[in-house]
């Protein structure tokens, strides 16, 4: 039999369940079931027909040389580490999982929410024996702006919606040409600039993909001081040092981001007012099902020489590799 590639995510006891367990038994009848290393190399390529990966890095020397594979399929929407230029070239399929959103959505609106009641600072406080009563606000005198109206963001807006009510704002960034129309859809305003962005808002939640930083010293300096913005995309979106620096000159009160304290993020260990979840906004035990199954479904999907959901790469489909395996 081949090998199926899987990631650790799998094995996460926290998120056991009944169904995960027939997804895999599912596989077992497909394939032999591996574990996904760090990084892929040519060792790990031979016999190797499809691979259900998470953060892995997937090298050029491992694509050329997994002759079998058919399908890369993501454990979520990230795409950075799988390398898609180079199972283009070599004929393998990627896909995302994009059943999370609303996971994602619900967590930014969780965090706009303890921000403006100073959830954080209370607690904070409280603990070390300071019962002081402190200014809070509520989101229906606000304004909110999101910055990327994609998937998420429009699912962060539609559920905003009735918390502003009539008296708040949901002012909306994003260089899509549609964005008119989008922001219609929510009763939104949209800013013609980040800069207007971050100036008229009160909360700035960010979710935009990619690898690049956007979000410096100078956008930040542009908040006002009792601001906040929420980062539940990418750590490396936002320059660490420079909300650091920004935040401890008032510049803004809180910065949330669903990223660990390592890496450029170390600097923020132990500060009150900056708050690092492990990049754990879109995994709920409800969505983790939903990743599961739809990542199974795409390996399935291949294996059986059909063409699965939600592809990266599309142009692949035309590679001699696919059309040798693909039947529909």
């Known amino acids: 039999m081949p090998n199926i590639m899987l990631t650790a995510q799998f094995q996460n006891a ?4 009944s169904e995960r367990e027939q997804g895999l038994a599912h596989l077992r009848s497909l394939g032999t079931l591996v574990p996904e290393p760090a990084v892929l190399t040519a060792e790990h390529a031979p016999d190797l027909i499809a691979s259900i990966a998470s953060s892995s890095v997937y090298t050029d020397e491992f694509y050329a040389a997994a002759e079998d594979l058919r399908i890369v399929a993501r454990w979520g929407v990230g795409f950075d580490k799988v390398n898609i230029p180079g199972a283009t070239r070599h004929g393998v399929i990627i896909t995302v999982t994009p059943v999370h959103m609303d996971a994602v959505a619900e967590y930014a609106i969780a965090q706009w929410m303890a921000t403006l009641k100073r959830v954080y600072t209370l607690n904070h406080l409280s603990h070390r024996g300071d019962f002081s009563i402190i200014r809070t606000y509520e989101a229906q005198y606000t304004t909110l702006g999101l910055y990327g109206c994609g998937r998420i963001g429009q699912e962060v807006a539609q559920r905003a919606v009735p918390l502003l009510g009539e008296g708040g704002r949901l002012l909306v960034y994003d260089t899509r040409p549609d964005i ?19 100036r008229e808002s009160d909360t700035v939640s960010l979710h935009v993909s990619g690898d690049d930083t956007i979000v410096h010293y100078d956008l930040l300096s542009l908040m006002q001081p009792h601001a906040s913005l929420i ?4 750590g490396n979106l936002v320059n660490d040092a420079d909300v650091h620096r920004a935040i401890e000159e008032g510049k803004l009160y809180y910065y949330v981001v669903d990223d660990p304290v390592n890496d450029t993020r170390a600097i923020h260990k ?3 007012r900056i708050i690092c979840t492990n990049h754990n906004a879109g995994i709920t035990v409800e969505s ?13 999907a291949a294996i059986a020489g059909r063409q699965p959901e939600h592809i990266l790469n ?3 489909l035309d590679h001699p590799r696919v059309k040798a395996w693909l039947k529909e």
Request: charged fraction near 25%; aromatic fraction near 6%.
């Open 14 to 17: 926290e998120f056991a369940s």
């Open 314 to 316: 599309p142009e692949v």
């Open 180 to 198: 008119a129309d989008i922001a219609a859809q929510y009763g939104a305003e949209v800013a013609d600039s980040p800069e207007a962005l971050f």
């Open 231 to 234: 980062n539940p995309s990418r």
């Open 270 to 272: 132990d500060h009150p």
């Open 288 to 300: 983790t099902m939903r990743l599961d199954a739809k990542g199974i479904e795409q390996v399935s």
